[in-house]
């Protein structure tokens, strides 16, 4: 079984006193930038990780995690992290959360500042182009939400059943004549998946597909309508509840309110303003709970990798 090091076998590997690495893991401003770079050179590269204890001398929670949101403004971030929130605090976590803003630069360095800080675990909602190998060090102590990987444990939605759920809905309604507002393909989620569940109930059901992508944001989707909308078109299926926003606006200005709209969010006040619209609930509230649950384990020593595709909650 291997040793597990402790600081002053970090300080050897370091050429620098026990002192020296106490200060480089407290941030100490005093230190040189170089002895600095050195001893968390070795710290990074032998896994090291500070006992309790440790954290416990210097001043520090004992029970802190990382949380990274894509984007603080995304309503279905907020409701899983609002649900991750109460979970960790009702098991005495504190938690800071960071934005990525979808950059993995900026991802990686959040990443790297929360190792510093000794955080005990991390989850961060993945994109698509998200560095998971980042994640890896973390030594099943990080938790990825939003998105499907077999090197971390993760937590996604069912893309595809949202959007077929969607339809079907439609279908049930006796509409045939549906269009699709989506987000570039290059979004692997929420783009690509959501798209592909179009494209392939269209193909089950003989229809002709017709759809349009762009981004994540109203103003795009209230663009692209004019370029799928026909005078016999019947609903206009959307990726997200945020596009469905746009849609819903232009529709009103070319006053084809008898097109139904959908969305995917499950956004109360959505539903609240435009009662004929109906929005699908991915589950982002139970994935935020589950996720929290799953970091929780991985905490307490449960190493056993996990992955969760979380349904649909309710149409």
């Known amino acids: 079984m291997t040793k597990k090091l402790t600081i002053l076998d970090i300080a050897k590997l370091s050429g620098v006193g026990k002192s020296t690495v106490s200060r480089v893991l407290t941030n100490?401003?005093?230190v040189k930038p170089e002895t600095r770079a050195k001893v968390e050179r070795v710290i990074q590269e032998s896994g090291y990780v500070p006992s309790k204890s440790a954290q416990a001398m210097r001043g520090g929670s004992q029970k802190v995690v990382g949380v990274i949101i894509s984007r603080l403004d995304s309503p279905s971030e907020n409701k899983a992290v609002g649900s991750m929130l109460n979970t960790l605090?009702?098991?005495g976590y504190d938690v800071v959360i960071m934005e990525s803003q979808f950059d993995q630069v900026k991802t990686n360095e959040h990443?790297?500042?929360l190792k510093k800080r000794n955080v005990d675990g991390v989850?961060?909602?993945g994109f698509s182009d998200f560095d998971i190998e980042?994640?890896?060090?973390?030594q099943n102590r990080s938790v990825v939400i939003a998105m499907d990987t077999d090197q971390v444990s993760s937590i996604n939605y069912d893309n595809l059943g949202v959007i077929?759920?969607?339809l079907e809905h439609l279908k049930a309604d006796s509409l045939n004549d549906i269009a699709f507002i989506g987000v570039d393909p290059a979004d692997k989620t929420t783009g690509k998946l959501r798209l592909d569940a179009y494209l392939s109930w269209c193909s089950r059901e003989g229809v002709q597909a017709n759809y349009q992508t762009g981004h994540l944001h109203h103003e795009s989707a209230y663009t692209l309508v004019d370029k799928v909308l026909t005078p016999t078109t019947q609903a206009i299926v959307c990726a997200s509840d945020t596009l469905a926003l746009g849609v819903i606006k232009r529709l009103q200005e070319l006053e084809r309110e008898d097109v139904v709209v959908t969305g995917v969010g499950g956004n109360e006040l959505l539903s609240f303003l435009f009662p004929k619209v109906?929005?699908?609930d991915p589950g982002y509230v139970q994935a935020g709970e589950k996720a929290a649950n799953m970091l929780i384990s991985q905490i307490n020593g449960d190493v056993?990798?996990?992955?969760i595709t979380q349904q649909p909650v309710s149409i």
């Open 123 to 125: 989850i961060v909602f």
């Open 111 to 113: 990443l790297d500042v």
């Open 304 to 307: 056993e990798q996990r992955h």
């Open 28 to 30: 100490d401003p005093k």
């Open 89 to 91: 605090y009702a098991a």
């Open 164 to 166: 077929t759920h969607a």
């Open 278 to 280: 109906f929005s699908i």
């Open 134 to 138: 980042k994640l890896v060090s973390w």
